[in-house]
């Protein structure tokens, strides 16, 4: 079974700021891991995934994350933020011959002008 | 338009009433998901469909069912609702020709039970 934590409920950053939203998981198996991005009022949608390849992947927004194995992370980076990327972000994470995401509890992203 | 669309979008109601919620897409996917969001908690899969005839529990399952009536709709019964199924709703979907490795979800249902 898989399992995904979120380190941080909160984490609130000045705007042009660089922020970092920290995510860890468990497997036993090889995985496939997420960041999903819920603006206000607004279902999900997906911002990067990390499938197999390079450890270091993009998204959309300027979003990217880094895959380490050996510490099971899967943290998401942005070098500075802006009023628009307040939001609610989920890492999750899928094992490789599971059929389900496993999402986990949300970094609340908040923004200072 | 979009793709997976959620009615209602906000519902309240009482406890013991039952209620459904419904989910369509227009993206042709095979599978289809019903999700709650709880503050703090995430988001937690209730029930999800590999296709019409394919239905299986998620891990909170107790106290909600599901009809996947056609490739493109799947909805979410309470039947007798009570408040601690107070929460925000999801419908998402994802396609085996993509290894569903994304989901894609609606924009959500707010219910509330009194």
């Known amino acids: 079974a898989q399992s995904v934590t979120q380190l941080d409920s909160q984490v609130p950053v000045f705007e042009e700021a660089p922020v970092e939203l920290r995510c860890n998981y468990s497997?036993?198996?090889?995985?496939?891991l997420f960041w999903y991005v819920q603006y206000p009022n607004q279902g999900l949608q997906l911002l990067l995934k990390?499938?197999?390849?390079?450890?270091l992947v993009k998204g959309i927004n300027g979003f990217e994350a880094e895959f380490n194995k050996s510490q099971t992370s899967f943290h998401l980076r942005k070098p500075s933020v802006h009023i628009s990327d307040t939001a609610e972000y989920f890492c999750a994470v899928r094992g490789s011959s599971a059929s389900k995401i496993i999402f986990g509890s949300g970094t609340r992203l908040s923004i200072r002008p | 338009d979009a793709d997976v669309t959620q009615t209602p979008r906000n519902r309240i109601t009482k406890t013991g009433k039952r209620i459904m919620l419904e989910c369509s897409q227009t993206?042709?996917?095979?599978?289809m998901y019903w999700y709650r969001q709880d503050p703090g908690l995430g988001l937690r899969l209730i029930y999800y469909?590999?296709?019409?005839?394919?239905?299986n529990k998620g891990e909170i399952s107790d106290g909600y069912s599901v009809s996947r009536q056609a490739q493109a709709k799947f909805s979410l019964s309470l039947e007798s609702a009570i408040p601690n199924q107070t929460a925000l709703y999801f419908c998402?979907?994802?396609?085996?020709?993509?290894?569903?490795?994304?989901?894609?979800f609606g924009p959500g249902t707010r219910l509330t039970v009194t």
């Open positions: 993206k042709g996917h095979d599978r």
């Open positions: 998402a979907t994802s396609d085996l020709r993509s290894g569903h490795y994304e989901q894609y």
């Open positions: 469909s590999f296709d019409v005839k394919d239905i």
């Open positions: 497997s036993s198996v090889s995985v496939y």
């Open positions: 990390y499938l197999s390849g390079s450890t």
